[in-house]
């Protein structure tokens, strides 16, 4: 993904001169590229300190993230949880479960993130909680659905971040030569932009990371 949108060494650059990853995540990072299918998926040193500082800076008490794969991005942002915050994490593949928790403890995180199994959609219609920071990271088909049903369990002057909006680059290429996915994170950016409830800025990182705040209700 990296390589498209930023050369492999200004990439490295960037790594070199940003904080070290936390011990537990630097061994998720690699088993998750040892054992796991599909290891790019996870956020990686740059996007996931990223991610941690935005939490710092929020200091959120409830964190919604939609799409927990093997717990990367989980952990980073559950580090700035206040002191009673908790972070809620969906994913549809059970199969990591495992992997996630046994990892959460590793960071000393497990009684903040609450692990849900399941569908997106069928989970976040049964959370009963006020968010101050989201992050979607799932099907990239369903964005738009996720950013409906969170928008009004975001408190207003939280946060909606949204991975991969650039894909790949596809974005910007004529529609007839998108993909599906790349249809879908364009059909996303631009109902952000229509949205006169929220401020936002995309980011060209890694893969594109969209930040939306919610002004209004
Ligand atoms: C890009 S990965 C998440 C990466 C993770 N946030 C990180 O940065 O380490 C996307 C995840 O979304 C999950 N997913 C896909 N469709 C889903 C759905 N409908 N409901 C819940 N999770 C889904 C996949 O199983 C996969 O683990």
């Known amino acids: 993904m990296t390589q498209v949108l930023i050369p492999a060494a200004i990439n490295q650059y960037a790594e ?7 011990k537990a995540l ?4 690699r088993e998750t590229h040892l054992k796991v299918e599909m290891p790019q998926m996870l956020s990686g040193k740059l996007q996931g300190q990223l991610l941690q500082m935005i ?3 929020i200091r959120p008490r409830r964190i919604l993230e939609i799409g927990t794969y093997t717990g990367y991005s989980a952990i980073c942002l559950a580090t700035g949880l206040a002191e009673d915050g908790l972070l809620h994490t969906i994913d549809i593949n059970e199969e990591l479960q ?5 990892y959460f403890c590793e960071a000393g995180l497990e009684k ?3 692990q849900h199994i399941g569908k997106a ?3 976040i219609s049964g959370l009963d909680e006020e968010f101050d ?5 799932a099907d990239k088909q369903n964005y738009s659905l996720y950013y409906d049903m969170v928008f009004d369990k975001v408190k207003v002057g939280g946060f909606i971040l949204a991975d991969n909006v650039l894909f790949d680059g596809e974005v910007v290429l004529p529609e007839s030569q998108q993909g599906k996915n790349a249809k879908a994170m364009h059909s996303y950016n631009e109902k952000i932009k229509k ?3 929220i401020e936002h800025v995309l980011l060209p990182v890694r893969d594109g990371i969209m930040i939306a705040s919610k002004k209004s209700k």
């Open 98 to 102: 495992e992997m996630c928790f046994r």
């Open 121 to 123: 959609a069928d989970v």
């Open 195 to 197: 949205d006169s409830r």
């Open 55 to 57: 939490s710092h800076m």
């Open 16 to 22: 070199s001169f940003t904080s070290d990853e936390l």
């Open 26 to 29: 630097a061994a998720l990072n």
């Open 112 to 114: 903040k993130i609450i």
């Open 133 to 137: 920071l989201v992050f979607i990271d």
